[in-house]
């Protein structure tokens, strides 16, 4: 590992320098990692968790959000910490029931732009009849701080059977994605060029993705899921690969990208594959379950869901991305900034 001297942006990303710097900093510093059976520091999944005496667990997920800026196509701060909250229970097989918040506000912010912003997160967490039960409120001078920081906590409740987590990933599974890919990412990347005026039909696809969990637990065969935020499918992916022990082979032509993503990511040399997602779901689910759930799933709204890949024993650790031209190239963790404060 290399020596670190002082924090980059890099670190903020999520990518292979935040796995780093995580590592070094937090799991090899702490000796108490978790409670009893539970996933704790060491695991790095979305969420946490504590064992119940039924046999289920409570869930525990806390995030920060520094995005830039704070209202973009599609969405706010506001409902991208709600939704980022919710999405990391869920992917655990959580039923999320209540949440915290705290704001670090700059002197002057537009109390306008507030209002916007909590009335953002009391719609996404109310849709979903989740509690927020308290939180803090701290103001910091001007030019102390980028006009406003929120963390959020939220706590859900996995009953007995149904936690998962990456390093349940099999061989055999198949990979389906909920929709388009990196819709939140161009979203952001877009903003922070002032391209919105060429591109006004990228949105972020910010949005909870709990129906989409629910439906493969209908379905049932569901090993794993995750919400490829950031350092997008490129990280969720390798997670699973190094987590699971596996490897994974991934369609290029089967994952679903809008057609202006792609060339926008191209004008900037950004990377799809890297760019982050906040309203779609990767499903690692048995073989036999794959078509049953992509039907199921585009039959609630999902309607560009599709099975992009699937986990096979040899090489493990790696994602290979089988090319349109029928080549095979290595997905790696993303390395560098790739866009600064997406989330």
Not at 101 to 117: A, Q, R
Not at 167 to 173: E, I, L, N
Request: charged share 25%; aromatic share 6%; with cysteine.
């Amino acid at each position: 590992m290399r020596i670190l001297k002082t924090i980059t942006l890099a670190h903020g990303a999520g990518g292979r320098e935040t796995g780093e710097i995580i590592e070094k900093f937090f799991v090899n510093l702490f000796k108490i990692k978790r409670v009893g059976e539970g996933i704790g520091l060491d695991d790095l999944e979305d969420s946490a968790t504590i064992p119940l005496s039924d046999g289920g667990h409570l869930a525990f997920t806390i995030d920060s959000y520094t995005v830039n800026p704070i209202f973009f196509p599609g969405g706010n701060i506001g409902k991208l910490a709600a939704t980022g909250t919710i999405n990391d229970l869920a992917v655990m097989g959580a039923k999320p029931l209540a949440a915290m918040d705290s704001m670090v506000i700059e002197e002057g912010f537009s109390i306008e732009d507030l209002e916007k912003i909590l009335n953002s997160m009391k719609g996404v967490l109310e849709k979903y009849n989740i509690a927020l039960i308290g939180g803090d409120f701290k103001v910091m001078p001007k030019d102390q701080v980028d006009k406003i920081v929120l963390t959020m906590a939220g706590i859900g409740l996995i009953p007995k059977g149904r936690l998962i987590k990456d390093s349940y990933v099999k061989p055999g599974d198949k990979i389906v994605v909920t929709g388009p890919i990196g819709e939140h990412g161009a979203a952001i990347m877009i903003a922070q060029a002032g391209l919105e005026a060429e591109a006004p039909t990228i949105r972020s696809d910010c949005a909870p993705v709990i129906d989409a969990i629910e439906a493969a637990f209908t379905v049932r065969g569901i090993h794993a899921a995750k919400d490829p935020t950031r350092g997008g499918l490129a990280m969720a992916l390798n997670d699973w690969a190094k987590k699971a022990k596996v490897s994974i082979i991934i369609w290029e032509e089967k994952v679903p990208l809008r057609e202006e993503v792609r060339i926008y990511s191209e004008m900037l040399g950004i990377d799809p594959f890297t760019l982050a997602s906040e309203g779609i779901a990767l499903i690692a689910v048995e073989q036999s379950r794959a078509e049953e759930l992509v039907n199921k799933l585009k039959d609630i709204g999902y309607k560009r869901a599709e099975i992009i890949g699937e986990v096979r024993k040899e090489r493990e650790g790696y994602v290979l991305v089988e090319t349109i031209s029928g080549g095979l190239r290595i997905l790696e963790p993303p390395v560098g900034e790739i866009v600064p404060r997406i989330c």
